[in-house]
């Protein structure tokens, strides 16, 4: 009777230790599952930050400072926030991303800034409206607007808006360039009212978002109401 109370005991002990043991290993299968890990690789860049985003759209947890380009950092899975300020005459920028299954690699090199894009435009505008005039006989009828450089200056994109005696007509057009060999290339011939990346897919598409958004302010100015409401006569 003794015997078999003694084997009860150590039978239930094994079961405790048991149970207990493979509660651990669930545990620390569980934790190495929800861990993944994140490289960046990046240049020009002074400092870069990640923080996971909490369930609220605005709640962000601590930041982990990245240290060193190429580092890898283990990270619980979920959604993150990414920012970066860029070296001076860099631009700084912020990036979504998510971690889920597989390791996550991504690799930074930032535009020129805004001021530093600005300065190169003053030098090379007039390149390229020799480029346009030389191309066009009719753009007189247009004013060529100042427009804006991208990707480290490699790229200009403008509108031309219709000053001509025609009042009815107030079409604005967008065009895109392209410097090549210290030579401004015409890539929209002719140009758009609107420039579609389906016939142009070699022009990047955050440069035709932000082109295609440009309104045409001389038609804003007259057809519009105090009260920011559209009329046409």
Do not use: C
Not at 115 to 130: A, F, V
Not at 138 to 143: E, F, L, Q, R
Request: overall charge positive; proline content about 3%.
């Amino acid at each position: 009777m003794g015997s078999d109370n003694l084997l009860n005991k150590r039978n239930i002990l094994f079961l405790i230790i048991l149970i207990s043991f493979i509660g651990v290993i669930a545990f620390i299968f569980g934790y190495i599952n929800s861990q993944q890990i994140i490289t960046v690789k990046y240049k020009n860049v002074s400092k870069l930050t990640i923080q996971k985003i909490g369930e609220g759209s605005r709640s962000l947890e601590k930041e982990t400072i990245y240290k060193k380009s190429g580092e890898e950092i283990k990270v619980s899975k979920g959604r993150y926030l990414l920012k970066y300020i860029g070296n001076y005459g860099y631009a700084s920028d912020y990036q979504n991303f998510t971690v889920k299954n597989k390791p996550v690699s991504i690799s930074l090199n930032p535009d020129y800034s805004e001021q530093r894009l600005s300065s190169i435009l003053e030098k090379e505008l007039e390149n390229i409206k020799t480029v346009l005039n030389t191309k066009y006989q009719n753009i007189g009828d247009y004013s060529i607007q100042k427009g804006k450089l991208y990707k480290k200056g490699k790229w200009y994109a403008t509108t031309l808006q219709y000053i001509g005696n025609d009042e009815f007509n107030y079409d604005t057009l967008r065009l895109v360039m392209y410097r090549k060999d210290n030579v401004w290339v015409l890539i929209t011939d002719p140009p758009g009212i609107i420039i579609s990346h389906q016939v142009y897919p070699d022009i990047p598409i955050d440069i035709l978002r932000d082109l295609n958004n440009v309104q045409n302010t001389v038609f804003v100015e007259k057809y519009t109401d105090p009260n920011n409401k559209a009329y046409f006569p």
